[in-house]
């Protein structure tokens, strides 16, 4: 059984920092491709930053320079350190995964992503 378990969001004032995590059972993140995704209100879900079998990693250009994402094999849990937090990096975050060929192209909305945690706010104000 595979299952996914994001913490860390909450409200913080612009400027701050945040850390996700992303707890994984019943999969490994190192045979996959990782990501983070997140959709604020009314919006479309939006892919923020990948990470592939190799650590090759992929960010969003909204958050370039200013997120980071790691894994920690070892504990299969994934994160997501978060700087410089704007108002507009509000929204519900999620973690996913998929085959590891995915992260080579993929698509904007996760619809190729095959395995999904709940989701954790992130409110920046």
């Known amino acids: 059984h595979v299952q996914l378990v994001e913490s860390g969001g909450g409200s913080v004032q612009p400027g701050g920092s945040l850390r996700l995590s992303c707890a994984a059972s019943?999969?490994?993140?190192?045979?996959?491709?990782g990501a983070w995704f997140r959709q604020a209100p009314g919006k479309e879900r939006e892919i923020v930053a990948t990470?592939?079998?190799?650590?090759?990693?992929m960010y969003a250009d909204s958050v370039k320079g200013r997120f980071t994402i790691s894994e920690d094999d070892v504990e299969h849990i994934a994160y997501l350190q978060m700087n410089s937090l704007k108002v507009e990096d509000t929204g519900m975050y999620y973690c996913?995964?998929?085959?590891?060929?995915?992260?080579?192209?993929?698509?904007?909305?996760?619809?190729?992503?095959?395995?999904w945690g709940q989701g954790t706010q992130v409110t920046v104000s």
């Open positions: 019943g999969v490994s993140f190192r045979l996959r491709c």
């Open positions: 996913a995964t998929a085959g590891r060929w995915v992260c080579t192209a993929p698509s904007k909305g996760g619809r190729d992503f095959d395995k």
């Open positions: 990470i592939d079998s190799t650590d090759r990693i």
